[in-house]
């Protein structure tokens, strides 16, 4: 009893994880159907500017917030700057994100050096609470939370609000929601940014969880893609599911079969392409 | 006419003669081709690599034997193939006199065969892999870093006599440096009479160890962890978050708490045990003096492993050209020289190489501690000039097949 | 519109012949890191323009086309190592095996379209390197396979040197190069532009679109087989590197940066990115960065690549 709960747990923490990766991935292709190379640079630099304010505001909070914002106003100038440039040709995009990623890659091992660093959060976060006889340790348990919190913020966001549903128009049709006088620019800057700000925050708390070193957003940049394959482009709901399949199954499959470990991520991946090419709730 | 002909010949010829004798400086420089990762996630490995292996070379003002060493650095990048593509640069554009470093063990696989066509001689600075110098083994290549069989037999030896261990459970990386240092560790350790009762393998890419480590069997008197980089951060972070090691010991195969990686590892890492063939703790005249140059050069309070051990890298090299009198040129006598050379006291100690190129060595065990601000690998025990084939008889050791995921095969678990 | 596809094909010819002709010469003088080089882009130039074929002539921009350049090499590298086979049973067993697997993966990639398809192959790319680092039996896994002896060609001798090797593979290249041609000037070429203009267009007029875009995923495959057989031999060794994410999606730069469906432009971005990454490393640590800021420029001011940018100037 007490494995599967401790496994369970652990698969749905790393889904969280999973998600803050994918789901600002899942926006940016959705809205601008750009192939984001540089969706780990977001994810590394949010990581190092995290490492950074704690050690020079020594609060947490503060550091989360404050990187995932600078992180948010990077992706607003990028796609102001660069992405807009070359708006409409995806394979262009590509070139230029993967320019874009190189060059932080290379930038952050000329500011923070090649030594990983762990980002220390607040004492309790490596405490555990005990709840009917398990243990849950609150690092985890925060990574769930924020996770819980930002997919219902989203969500809220997404479905209630005139702003997202604006951003659901432009998911389906651009040209369309163009038509309607909405500012698809505006919209788009603004999804970019918000899907920087995910991965920025996703930096930092994953930095706490994993460390952070130089390669780190090449490493987790295939993670995020599979939550976006699996769950479908666009569809935050497809992330967040796609995550959990993916944290449990990644789990129990550790646990369980050792020895599959390195296809418990990219053969779901493989099952679910070869049925629904469009991902789980993606539309074509 | 003819009379300034033999004149000139007689001068030719004198000129051929004494030119040996002329003073060495006028020798064009030595080359010596260094590869390391200087981009992507080793970089910071490179980095330290080039700095130990410099700092030695300034010492001696990049004189040897009064001839110039030129060191030409080249990246090793993220790739194998990458080696592979510099190796060749500086064997036929550079046509260096002998190649130093190489990081991965890929790398220094796929880069042993283009020195051993070139014949030329390569020191393999970090790269740890058996059969390098096993079952591969060439007359040009030697390595004066570690290899993962090795480390496995000593941390062997020390779990079952020292620690007392007689059930073990083993984490480790999917990979060349993971199955060696467990196999080895298994063959000595349950020849002696200990089992093996677990060993997980995990992807060398693991953001998560929570399963692993949830699934460790309670019955182990202690853990064995391979797990090195950024990885290790992650694994004694989840141990020590699990409450395993509070309740039990474990011994780490050396890297996994560099010195590098202690400031990140903080007090999750107090009390773990490793094996390395130095500690920046190491309470020797020569390591003080190295520690406190090279933190000069890198202004850090740590010093990393590669930085070292590749400082008494060069300074065996040098030692060698400075036996041949500088005659790098001479191939044959100089890698014979290169192999019988031996350093009485370097950063880690003795170092001296065996008749297939690898080093014989100390090794230590060193435990994490934290003194005053700083947290240091101290050193608690010393296996002194460590074969990498243990106390085994070198042929019949070469008969067996090398150490992997399923050899020797787990009996026990 | 495209040259190759339309233009003056005589033209093309005679200046493919020109260059082909100074590549051929001029090595002998060239220090011989460049023509190391010139060698690895040549293997890459291949590579690159098998992949033009789908994401320039037929508009599916596979990120999966190293899967099957790294079938050749594995198919080669464990032929030459563990089986002494030749250098022509090596090629042709790298080619057949890569345009096999090709056609059973085209199977499920063609269910997609558009980014979907990107993804698809991706997640193609991602799994063939799990499947070469785990399958350590068959892949040799992390280490690899090592020690690939450079093919022996009879008649000739052995290839070992940098040169005779580099004529070698320039061969196959002029081989290739020559199919690639025949290829686009095709009434199956002319289709393909037409699918990636129009594929209900072409419906429409009777063609059997899936068939087209599955022989030219096949083909492609084959193609990608060569350069990963001929990069087996260059490296002397294959890991799982070369089918990872930055390898994937350094053809598809090759492409981009060249000019995707001029066949021409990805042969240029080969040799650019190839000479990028590994000349300027010699002189700068921070080659990463001036690798970066080359894609940066070729995307926003080269819209249709280094070619199209040379035809603009002249």
Redesign the interface.
């Known amino acids: 009893m007490e494995?599967w709960v401790?496994?369970a747990f652990?698969?749905v923490?790393?889904a969280a994880?999973l998600f803050l990766l994918g789901g600002g991935l899942t926006l940016i292709f959705g809205v601008m159907k750009v192939v984001n190379i540089a969706h780990g640079s977001f994810y590394l630099v949010g990581g190092y500017l995290g490492v950074a304010l704690v050690a020079a505001t020594g609060n947490f909070y503060v550091a989360l917030l404050a990187s995932a914002l600078v992180v948010a106003l990077g992706g607003a100038v990028l796609e102001r700057v660069f992405l807009r440039a070359v708006e409409g040709d995806d394979l262009r995009q590509m070139l230029l994100t993967m320019g874009i990623a190189l060059f932080v890659?290379?930038a952050c091992?000329l500011v923070w050096?090649?030594?990983?660093?762990?980002l220390?959060g607040p004492a309790y976060f490596?405490q555990?609470v005990k709840v009917a006889g398990f243990?849950f340790?609150i690092?985890?348990l925060f990574m769930i939370g924020s996770a819980g919190v930002l997919f219902a913020v989203l969500w809220w966001f997404q479905e209630r609000t005139r702003a997202g549903a604006m951003v659901r128009a432009a998911v389906d049709n651009a040209e369309m929601t163009e038509a309607l006088g909405i500012n698809v620019p505006i919209l788009r800057m603004a999804v970019f940014a918000l899907g920087a700000l995910l991965a920025g925050f996703a930096g930092v708390v994953g930095s706490a969880?994993?460390?952070?070193?130089?390669?780190?957003d090449f490493?987790?940049l295939p993670?995020a893609f599979v939550v976006v394959i699996v769950g479908g482009m666009g569809s935050l709901g497809g992330a967040l599911a796609a995550a959990l399949v993916l944290g449990l199954l990644?789990?129990?499959g550790?646990?369980l079969f050792?020895?599959i470990?390195?296809f418990t991520l990219f053969a779901p991946m493989g099952i679910v392409l070869a049925f629904r090419p469009t991902g789980l709730f993606g539309r074509a | 006419m003819k009379k300034h002909l033999v004149l000139a010949l007689v001068a030719l010829f004198a000129a051929a003669v004494l030119a040996p004798a002329a003073p060495a400086a006028d020798k064009p420089p030595i080359k010596i081709g260094f590869i390391v990762p200087?981009?992507?996630?080793?970089?910071?490995?490179g980095?330290d690599m080039l700095n130990g292996f410099k700092l030695y070379l300034s010492e001696i003002d990049y004189t040897i034997a009064g001839r110039k060493i030129e060191l030409i650095e080249?990246?090793e990048?993220?790739?194998?193939?990458?080696a592979?593509?510099?190796a060749?640069?500086l064997i036929?554009?550079d046509k260096v006199h002998l190649m130093g470093g190489l990081l991965m063990?890929?790398a220094a696989?796929?880069v042993?065969?283009?020195v051993q066509?070139a014949e030329v001689p390569l020191v393999i600075t970090v790269a740890a892999?058996d059969d390098l110098t096993q079952r591969k083994a060439s007359k040009y290549l030697a390595r004066v870093s570690l290899t993962g069989g090795e480390h496995g037999h000593v941390a062997g030896d020390y779990a079952y006599r020292k620690l007392g261990w007689r059930k073990v459970a083993v984490v480790a990386m999917d990979?060349?440096w993971g199955h060696e240092v467990t196999g080895g560790f298994q063959r000595v350790f349950e020849e002696l009479g200990g089992q093996v009762i677990q060993k997980?393998?995990?992807?060398?890419?693991t953001?998560?160890f929570?399963?692993?480590v949830?699934?460790l069997k309670p019955e182990a008197d202690g853990i064995l962890d391979v797990v090195t980089?950024?990885a290790s951060?992650?694994l004694i972070?989840e141990l020590?978050?699990?409450?395993v090691l509070d309740k039990k010991k474990v011994l780490a195969a050396g890297t996994a708490t560099d010195e590098?990686?202690l400031?990140?590892?903080?007090d999750?890492a107090l009390g773990v045990l490793t094996f390395l063939p130095w500690s920046q703790a190491l309470d020797t005249p020569e390591n003080k003096r190295f520690v406190q140059r090279i933190k000069q050069v890198t202004k850090k309070d740590y010093v990393g492993f590669s930085g070292a051990i590749n400082y008494g890298a060069a300074m065996w090299i040098a030692e060698a050209i400075r036996q041949v009198g500088g005659d790098v040129e001479n191939k044959e006598k100089f890698f014979k020289t290169l192999r019988a050379t031996e350093i009485k006291s370097s950063p880690r100690g003795p170092i001296k190489v065996d008749k297939y190129g690898h080093i014989i060595q100390n090794i230590y065990i060193r435990r994490v501690d934290k003194v005053g601000s700083l947290y240091q690998n101290t050193v608690i025990d010393t296996y002194p000039a460590v074969s990498q084939f243990w106390k085994y008889n070198p042929e019949e050791y070469l008969k067996q097949p090398i150490y992997s995921?399923d050899n020797p095969p787990c009996k026990h678990c | 519109m495209d040259v190759a596809a339309t233009g003056a094909p005589m033209r093309l010819v005679a200046g493919l012949g020109i260059v082909l002709a100074g590549i051929a010469v001029l090595p002998p003088v060239l220090?011989?890191?460049v023509v190391?080089?010139m060698t690895?882009g040549l293997i890459y130039a291949i590579a690159a323009a098998s992949l033009d074929l789908l994401l320039g002539f037929t508009g599916l921009p596979s990120l999966g086309h190293s899967a099957f350049f790294a079938v050749g090499a594995y198919t080669t590298a464990i032929l030459v190592t563990y089986h002494q086979a030749s250098f022509a049973v090596a090629l042709v067993a790298s080619i057949a095996l890569a345009a096999a697997v090709s056609g059973g993966l085209a199977i499920l990639v063609l269910r997609a379209t558009g980014i979907y398809f990107m993804m698809i192959t991706l997640a193609v790319a991602l799994c063939a390197w799990g499947l070469a680092y785990r399958w350590?039996s068959l892949t040799g896994?992390?280490?690899?396979i090592?020690?690939v002896p450079r093919p022996r060609v009879p008649g000739i001798g052995l290839a070992?040197g940098?040169l005779p090797f580099y004529y070698a593979v320039l061969a196959l290249f002029a081989i290739c190069l020559a199919l690639y041609l025949l290829l686009i000037w095709s009434p199956f070429g002319k289709t393909l532009v037409g699918i990636r203009d129009s594929e209900s267009r072409m419906r429409v007029l009777g063609y059997n679109v899936y068939l087209h875009k599955y022989l030219a995923l096949v083909i492609a495959g084959a193609f990608a087989g060569v350069a990963g057989s001929l990069y087996a031999y260059y490296?002397?060794?294959v890991?799982p590197?070369?089918v990872d994410l930055?390898?994937s999606m350094q053809f598809v730069l090759m492409v981009i940066v060249g000019g995707p469906g001029t066949l021409v432009g990805p042969l240029i971005g080969a040799f650019v990115i190839t000479f990028l990454?590994?000349m300027v490393?010699?002189f700068t640590?921070r080659?990463?960065m001036v690798l970066a800021a080359a894609y940066v420029v070729t995307a926003l001011w080269a819209p249709r690549g280094m070619l199209g940018l040379l035809r603009a100037t002249r």
């Open positions: 494995f401790n496994q652990n698969g923490s790393y994880l890659q290379d091992l050096g090649g030594d990983p660093f762990n220390r490596s555990s243990t340790p690092l985890r969880f994993m460390g952070i070193y130089p390669g780190l490493e987790i993670y990644d789990n129990f550790k646990a050792p020895e470990s390195y | 200087k981009t992507g996630n080793f970089a910071q490995f980095i080249e990246d990048g993220a790739t194998p193939a990458n592979v593509t510099k060749r640069k036929q554009h063990a890929a696989y796929a042993a065969p283009v066509e892999s990979y060349g997980i393998w995990t992807p060398v890419i953001t998560d929570g399963p692993y949830a699934s980089g950024a951060i992650r972070g020590r978050k699990a409450g590098t990686l400031p990140a590892l903080g999750t995921r | 220090p011989s890191y190391i080089l690895e350590v896994g992390d280490t690899g090592v020690g070992a940098t490296n002397g060794f890991g590197n070369t930055a390898h990454e590994k490393s010699v640590e080659w990463v």
